[in-house]
């Protein structure tokens, strides 16, 4: 069983940063594949960035070259870097740990781009 736990969300003016962390309980975070998803208002949950165990990483489209996803495995923590906020980030950013089968997910943290 793997627990996780986002922080670093909050409101912030369009262009501006914020970092998001999500931290995981046990021990197997090392062989974990982690991933950042959101759900903004009216509309279905998409991925934003994802990472292997092995550092590869991934990311949405609308999203690449200002997010940047990381892992520090030494905390057991995943970490999403959001530059260049826009407006339409806006929405209830989820952390996700897979290790197939098994699929976890944290609780979620608001994130609220607006002047």
């Known amino acids: 069983q793997v627990q996780l736990v986002e922080s670093g969300g909050g409101l912030v003016q369009p262009g501006g940063s914020l970092r998001l962390s999500c931290a995981a309980s046990g021990s197997i975070f090392r062989i974990l594949d982690m991933a950042w998803y959101r759900r903004a208002p009216g509309k279905q949950r998409e991925l934003v960035a994802h990472i292997t165990s092995g550092g590869r990483t991934n990311y949405a489209t609308s999203v690449r070259g200002r997010f940047f996803i990381s892992r520090d495995n030494a905390k057991n923590t995943v970490y999403l870097q959001m530059n260049s906020l826009k407006p339409e980030d806006t929405a209830v950013y989820y952390c996700?740990?897979?290790?197939?089968?098994?699929?976890?997910w944290g609780q979620g943290t608001q994130v609220t781009v607006s002047s």
């Open positions: 996700n740990a897979g290790l197939p089968p098994d699929n976890y």
